[in-house]
């Protein structure tokens, strides 16, 4: 069997995959692909992601793209242990709470990522590099954003929408959590895999107090998600301490404009339609 993950240490999207592989025991081989660097946009990844974009898994030579898509191939094609529900009430459920995940947090997490840090790497680019590396994107809205992100950090209309996206997802999962022991239900599924990077980014970016003193139930959901002997290999040893250590760092000096605009959410009531759509069953 060959199996190859091409991916990145701190993307949310790639540790996906890394967890669900390790918590199959599946053995794979890593290709890394430098995101901060361009190494997307080269020809030879093209032409496995044409959308630029990791994580990107290839399997006896079949090439799987999309982290969710990515996740239920792995389930399907290695079943034991099981990531999915037993009961089919339960699996819709947690497919609900997946796609919400690919239709909302993927795009929130790089609008409070990007801002926060990533924006900090990609400078270190000599400035033609740095001109070429937003010109190569085949996504040109979100490299505009990123690019304005660049300029103004949190003050960009976006980045605070985003900042608020994720506020609510976190109040939502705080809301599920108070009726299962998971997200979708009695037991861990794919929709606590999914979830799991997003909120492990937030503490890498020493974000904390996000949910801390105000979200217990997000907290102790999470505590029981880092007792896995997953966690650690595919969220925290993967990657490097220097770049862990600059995340941690530049979100502390970020957290006060997230805070600053936490403070201006609306009251969640768990009634606007994505909130709502864990409960479609």
């Given amino acids: 069997m060959s199996l190859t993950l ?5 993307s949310p999207c790639a540790a996906k995959i890394r967890l669900a592989l390790a918590e199959k025991e599946i053995p794979w081989e890593s290709r890394l692909v430098d995101i901060f660097r361009g190494e997307q946009f080269t020809s030879s990844y093209l032409k496995l992601n044409p959308a630029a974009v990791v994580p990107t898994l290839v399997h006896n030579g079949r090439v799987v793209r999309e982290s969710l898509v990515i996740c239920e191939y792995l389930e399907e094609a290695f079943p034991q242990p099981p990531l999915v529900p037993g009961d089919f009430v339960t ?13 909302f947090m993927v795009s929130a997490c790089v609008g409070v990522t990007y801002p926060a840090s ?16 937003y010109a190569a994107h085949p996504n040109r809205r979100l490299a505009d954003r990123k690019q304005r992100w660049s300029e103004v950090g949190f003050a960009a209309p976006d980045a605070r929408s985003a900042v608020l996206t994720y ?42 107090n996000w949910w801390q003193g105000r979200m217990p139930r997000v907290g102790a959901w999470y505590e029981r998600v880092k007792e896995r002997p997953s966690f650690r290999p595919a969220l925290i040893e993967v990657v490097p301490d220097a770049l862990r250590q600059a995340i941690t760092e530049r979100g502390r000096r970020a957290w006060p404009d997230v805070d600053a605009i936490l403070a201006t959410a609306e009251p969640f009531t768990g009634r606007s339609p994505w909130a709502m759509r864990a409960e479609a069953l």
């Fill in 6 to 10: 091409y991916h990145h240490p701190s």
């Fill in 91 to 103: 699996r819709a459920r947690m497919r609900v709470w997946c796609k919400d995940i690919e239709t």
């Fill in 118 to 133: 990533d924006r900090f790497e990609v400078a270190k680019l000599s400035p033609d590099k740095l001109s070429a590396f």
């Fill in 167 to 208: 506020h609510k997802f976190l109040e939502k999962m705080e809301m599920q959590l108070g009726k299962a022991h998971w997200l979708a239900g009695d037991s861990y599924s794919l929709a606590d895999l999914e979830t799991t990077p997003y909120i492990a980014q937030l503490e890498m970016l020493n974000f904390q």
